[in-house]
């Protein structure tokens, strides 16, 4: 599995912006998709994660209710849907898969990782 990640920018604080993750393969809808953060000089930490089927989601408290994660099967795409930003949400943001059903948000589980996007929120 491949990921390729997308959509992340310079974006002013309580703007908005979307990333993308597309994988390829065929079995897209048996993986658990996640994205994660890295901020600058801190570990990198988990955002959200969805089922395979899209039916359960998990967020990290602090983007609860200001980031959506959704997912499109027949895209083979994971999406995540940033409002609301502040500056601290600036980091390289990567989404990652594994094949599975539960939500999980340890990255030890996660096997693929895509090569992050890079999110700048200014004031």
């Known amino acids: 599995v491949q990921l390729q990640a997308s959509g992340g920018g310079l974006v002013q604080a309580a703007g908005s912006l979307r990333l993308s993750c597309e994988a390829s393969?065929?079995?897209?809808?048996?993986?658990?998709m996640g994205w994660f953060r890295q901020a600058p000089g801190k570990e990198r930490e988990f955002v959200a994660v969805?089922?395979?089927?899209?039916?359960?989601?998990y967020y990290e408290d602090s983007v609860k209710g200001r980031f959506t994660i959704s997912r499109d099967n027949a895209k083979n795409t994971v999406y995540l849907q940033m409002n609301s930003l502040k500056l601290e949400d600036t980091a390289v943001y990567y989404c990652?898969?594994?094949?599975?059903?539960?939500?999980?948000?340890?990255?030890?589980?996660?096997?693929?990782w895509g090569q992050g996007t890079l999110v700048t929120v200014s004031s």
């Open positions: 969805i089922s395979g089927n899209g039916d359960s989601t």
């Open positions: 393969g065929r079995t897209f809808s048996s993986y658990v």
């Open positions: 990652a898969s594994y094949r599975g059903a539960h939500v999980v948000f340890l990255r030890s589980y996660y096997d693929y």
